[in-house]
């Protein structure tokens, strides 16, 4: 498994990714590239504000 962080922005953008746990090297480049298309999320609210917010995110592969 792959471990990927991200920041989770007021706007609900993605940004900042960063492997936290990976495999190899090969496998964590790809994981990241594909990180890069997920669509934007509903950021975390604080007292009814938009706050940005740290996310963990698992990457599971079966390699065969």
């Known amino acids: ?3 990927i962080r991200f920041m ?3 706007d ?3 940004s900042d990714y960063t492997v936290l746990r990976g495999v190899c090297e090969v496998i964590e480049k ?3 590239r594909v990180m890069k ?3 934007e999320w ?3 609210m604080k007292s009814g ?3 940005r917010v740290w996310y ?3 990457v599971k592969f079966k390699l065969e």
């Open 37 to 39: 298309f997920i669509p």
């Open 8 to 10: 989770i922005e007021k």
């Open 56 to 58: 963990n995110a698992p």
């Open 12 to 14: 609900g953008s993605v």
């Open 42 to 44: 509903m950021p975390g």
């Open 1 to 3: 498994d792959v471990l």
């Open 49 to 51: 504000k938009p706050v």
């Open 30 to 32: 790809e994981c990241l």
